[in-house]
């Protein structure tokens, strides 16, 4: 069962910070940098992760993934036309999608995802999205046409809007700017971490 708590940072230095803290499940999301430079960021979280014991997910990077025996990627839906799926089957590599309405949602269950993601459920400002706010009601519609999948919340996450969201379907929250920009980014870590894991 993944972790209720779910940060995504954008460069390994993060994963060295949140990992020995309790974080057991983390995304690595690295922009515009060489190959050669993800491919150390991905090793160098991998190897954080797998040494205490936590979950690393690669975005995108499919390739680095299967190369430097990862167990996780998440695809976004550009993602999902380039990956070859079956490559990261045979390479015994878990599968994330995100989703934002339903042909996407069709589309990502065709890869036969090992979670699914739908934002985001409030405005954020980390990205432009052309897609209006799905609300915390669109969880549980989610919910019930994923099947046993868990279910990701992302998009505008707070600590009290994460809670909201696990209360209305969601299995996992997953979280940017409530934690990388914050003032105090490991106290209120933390504070997710003892939060989501407390039993409703």
């Given at each position: 069962m993944l972790d209720?708590?779910?940060?995504?940072?954008?460069?390994?230095?993060w994963v060295a910070r949140l990992i020995p803290i309790g974080t057991r499940l983390i995304q690595l999301r690295i922009k515009e940098q060489p190959v050669d430079e993800v491919r150390r960021q991905v090793r160098e979280a991998r190897d954080l992760c797998?040494?205490?014991?936590?979950?690393l997910i690669v975005n995108d990077y499919w390739q680095v993934a299967i190369d430097e025996g990862c167990a996780w990627v998440?695809?976004?839906?550009?993602?999902l036309l380039d990956a070859d799926v079956k490559a990261l089957r045979r390479a015994g590599?878990?599968?994330?999608?995100?989703t934002h309405d339903h042909a996407?949602?069709?589309?990502?269950?065709?890869?036969?995802p090992d979670y699914v993601a739908l934002g985001p459920i409030w405005p954020t400002a980390l990205k432009q999205m052309p897609w209006a706010p799905q609300g915390t009601e669109r969880l549980g519609e989610w919910k019930r046409l994923i099947g046993d999948?868990?279910?990701?919340?992302?998009?505008g996450l707070t600590l009290e809007r994460a809670l909201l969201c696990l209360k209305s379907g969601a299995d996992i929250?997953?979280?940017v700017g409530d934690i990388v920009n914050h003032r105090d980014p490991i106290a209120q870590a933390k504070a997710w971490i003892a939060a989501t894991r407390r039993k409703p």
């Open positions: 209720p708590f779910y940060p995504v940072v954008p460069d390994s230095s797998v040494g205490h014991g936590a979950q998440h695809l976004g839906q550009e993602d590599i878990r599968i994330g999608v995100s996407e949602l069709e589309k990502g269950l065709a890869v036969d999948r868990p279910l990701v919340a992302i998009g929250a997953s979280v």
